[in-house]
């Protein structure tokens, strides 16, 4: 049996967590089926395939899901072994397991909140976003990308930062991204985004921002209505 036989992807078209997946099967060159789901109605497929969380990105795998992006990144470099996504040595891989945790678990949470949130609690989660991105740019050290000279799993997980971030900044008008701080990260999100294989999957930005203006009102609206 072909080890890419079968390959599905359930995502949904903004989620940087079904981006990530899909730039990696791209990079391996895996054909897949992609199935576009409703997040806000959830199909049957999606339940049976993911009935602890009902949530995007599911890979199916010869009739087998795995869930969440980061263990669907490392499912598929363990599986598809050409063009690896993580560090052979490891020390190596672990320091790399742990930058990706970071990114998304900080700076991601941290960036999200910016976006949904107002007053000091807003200038709060942008004071911590810049700070998570400081230990990012210390941690590129002059390379290409954090994967060294090709892209990697911290890249893949960190991606949101390059096409992602830059709309929260315009729906809210604040900055996190200021390239004289943090020239490291906007080299690094010019090699990132140049990518034929990943600027080739990026949603368009005029839905982004309509998707994610809408989002922010949803949240903070019920996040009035809680208090």
């Not at 991601?108 to 107002?118: D, G, I, N």
């Not at 210390?138 to 890249?155: H, R, T, Y």
């Not at 991204?177 to 943090?182: C, H, V």
Request: proline residues 6%; glycine residues 4%; aromatic residues 12%.
């Amino acid at each position: 049996m072909e080890e890419n036989q079968g390959v599905k992807l359930l995502g949904f078209w903004v989620s940087p967590y079904v981006l990530r997946v899909k730039w990696a099967l791209k990079l391996k060159g895996i054909e897949y089926e992609y199935i576009e789901e409703d997040v806000f109605n959830k199909s049957p497929l999606l339940l049976k395939l993911n009935p602890v969380k009902g949530q995007v990105p599911v890979l199916v795998h010869d009739g087998k899901p795995i869930p969440e992006s980061i263990v669907i990144l490392e499912y598929i470099d363990e599986v598809w072994k050409h063009s690896p996504l993580l560090p052979q040595d490891p020390y190596e891989r672990a320091n790399s397991r742990f930058w990706a945790k970071f990114a998304a678990e900080k700076l991601q949470a941290y960036a999200w909140e910016a976006l949904c949130s107002r007053g000091e609690d807003h200038e709060r989660a942008i004071k911590a976003s810049m700070e998570a991105l400081e230990k990012m740019e210390k941690e590129l050290n002059g390379k290409k990308f954090f994967g060294g000279d090709k892209i990697g799993f911290v890249d893949l997980v960190a991606g949101f930062i390059s096409y992602q971030l830059p709309v929260y900044e315009e729906i809210v008008s604040m900055k996190i991204l200021d390239s004289s701080k943090f020239p490291a990260i906007t080299n690094w999100i010019n090699n990132f985004l140049n990518h034929p294989l990943i600027k080739e999957e990026l949603p368009p930005k005029h839905k982004m921002l309509a998707y994610f203006s809408n989002r922010r009102n949803v949240i903070l609206v019920q996040n009035s209505s809680n208090k």
